[in-house]
């Protein structure tokens, strides 16, 4: 058989016979080729063949990449990169996977059934575990097992409390402590607890308005304003989902089945720190903490703020032909400091 041979116009002509638009961020569907050092080679109709990096390729750790993705059988990928020098598209089988894992995740939970997780690290007030190539975090408080030893790749019976897949959080309790024993749980600690009270727990989920903290079986609410005596502007400023904390309790509702928290309660309350060491008349640097229309909050003490009416805020401005930002640092005056009624009097005039 004699081997037909093109001329550069030829060759070039059947290559246009590859009507494609493929371009980055495309779901495309390929068969695997084969293997290389780097990853998988993978057609997708292009005019050469694609490849998924072995990073990219694997959503198990434990499963051979040529299990994951067998020769000679079709697959989606999602394109990563387009066409380098050479012509090759990058192609990611994980990121699919996974998208599809999240959606699978989130009907398991909408159905309030139970998954298999497996143990991969214990960490700080916890265990992370695998699901179904997803990592998720399990509070200490929500797990039962015989023994703390050799955890590491342990089977777990999980049901799904929280995913956030944006940020990518995701909290699990194990069966037996969510399911069987939730509510007689909480019948317990609803018994067991009181006003003023300090509790451990674990938080298990942080949101702009505050965080939940699992206190044995009950998420409570640690609302922003309860977290620190200074101003946050976010509760992941100070906290981190995983973390153990002391909490004083200081709302119980029985009949709603809900706790609230405060942290800021266990330290001691700047305003009364402040009394004898903050008299009228004092000159004090402090900083701006915040800017409002209305005027600018200065921290005068570690943890007491005041406020500095806008005028003068502008006032201050012109004269000085400057910006003030938050972090800055600024004299002020103290006029009339009133810490029972926890306000206080500022100016920034030397008079």
Same mark, same amino acid.
């Given at each position: 058989? @004699?081997?037909?041979?093109?001329?550069?116009?030829?060759?070039?002509?059947l290559l246009n016979n590859y009507d494609y638009s493929f371009?980055?961020?495309?779901?495309?569907?390929?068969?695997?080729?084969?293997?290389?050092?780097?990853?998988?080679?993978?057609?997708?109709?292009?005019?050469?063949?694609?490849?998924?990096?072995?990073?990219?390729?694997?959503?198990?750790?434990?499963?051979?990449?040529?299990?994951?993705?067998?020769?000679?059988?079709?697959?989606?990928?999602?394109?990563?990169?387009?066409?380098?020098?050479?012509?090759?598209?990058?192609?990611?089988?994980?990121?699919?996977?996974?998208?599809?894992?999240? $959606? /699978?995740?989130?009907?398991?939970?909408?159905?309030?059934?139970?998954?298999?997780? @497996?143990?991969?690290?214990?960490?700080?007030?916890?265990?992370?575990? /695998? %699901?179904?190539?997803?990592?998720?975090?399990?509070?200490?408080?929500?797990?039962?097992?015989?023994?703390?030893?050799?955890?590491?790749?342990?089977?777990?019976?999980?049901?799904?409390?929280?995913?956030?897949?944006?940020?990518?959080?995701?909290?699990?309790?194990?069966?037996?402590?969510?399911?069987?024993?939730?509510?007689?749980?909480?019948?317990?600690?609803?018994?067991?607890?009181?006003?003023?009270? &300090?509790?451990?727990?674990? %938080? &298990? $989920?942080?949101?702009?308005?505050?965080?939940?903290?699992?206190?044995?079986?009950?998420?409570?609410?640690?609302?922003?304003?309860?977290?620190?005596?200074?101003?946050?502007?976010?509760?992941?400023?100070?906290?981190?989902?995983?973390?153990?904390?002391? %909490?004083?309790?200081?709302?119980?509702?029985?009949?709603?089945?809900?706790?609230?928290?405060?942290?800021?309660?266990?330290?001691?309350?700047?305003?009364?720190?402040?009394?004898?060491?903050?008299?009228?008349?004092?000159?004090?640097?402090?900083?701006?903490?915040?800017?409002?229309?209305?005027?600018?909050?200065?921290? %005068?003490?570690?943890? &007491?703020?005041?406020?500095?009416?806008?005028?003068?805020?502008?006032?201050?401005?012109?004269?000085?032909?400057?910006?003030?930002?938050?972090?800055?640092?600024?004299?002020?005056?103290?006029?009339?400091?009133?810490?029972?009624?926890?306000?206080?009097?500022?100016?920034?005039?030397?008079?």
């Amino acid at each position: 058989m @004699t081997e037909q041979v093109y001329t550069d116009a030829e060759f070039e002509a059947l290559l246009n016979n590859y009507d494609y638009s493929f371009q980055k961020g495309d779901l495309v569907k390929g068969i695997v080729c084969s293997y290389d050092s780097s990853g998988v080679i993978v057609d997708i109709g292009a005019k050469t063949a694609a490849y998924v990096p072995t990073k990219e390729a694997i959503v198990d750790k434990s499963v051979d990449i040529e299990e994951t993705l067998k020769k000679g059988q079709e697959y989606e990928f999602l394109i990563i990169r387009e066409e380098d020098e050479e012509g090759r598209f990058m192609l990611s089988y994980k990121k699919v996977a996974m998208a599809y894992s999240w $959606r /699978e995740l989130e009907e398991l939970k909408a159905n309030d059934e139970v998954v298999e997780g @497996t143990i991969v690290s214990v960490v700080k007030g916890g265990v992370l575990v /695998e %699901v179904k190539g997803v990592r998720g975090f399990v509070p200490s408080s929500h797990l039962k097992l015989k023994s703390t030893d050799n955890l590491i790749g342990e089977k777990l019976e999980l049901k799904i409390l929280t995913m956030d897949i944006q940020q990518g959080n995701f909290i699990l309790s194990n069966r037996k402590a969510y399911a069987d024993d939730k509510e007689e749980g909480k019948k317990d600690i609803f018994e067991s607890v009181e006003v003023g009270q &300090v509790v451990k727990g674990d %938080v &298990v $989920r942080i949101t702009d308005f505050g965080a939940f903290v699992d206190i044995g079986g009950i998420d409570a609410l640690l609302p922003l304003s309860q977290i620190s005596w200074r101003w946050v502007d976010h509760p992941s400023d100070i906290l981190k989902v995983g973390d153990n904390i002391s %909490v004083e309790i200081i709302v119980i509702d029985k009949e709603k089945q809900r706790i609230s928290l405060s942290l800021k309660n266990l330290e001691k309350d700047p305003w009364v720190e402040a009394k004898g060491k903050i008299s009228d008349g004092d000159k004090i640097e402090g900083t701006i903490t915040r800017i409002k229309h209305f005027g600018a909050f200065v921290e %005068v003490f570690p943890g &007491v703020e005041a406020l500095l009416p806008n005028n003068e805020l502008i006032e201050y401005q012109n004269q000085n032909s400057t910006i003030l930002k938050v972090g800055d640092k600024i004299q002020t005056t103290i006029l009339k400091f009133n810490p029972d009624d926890r306000r206080i009097s500022l100016s920034i005039k030397n008079d």
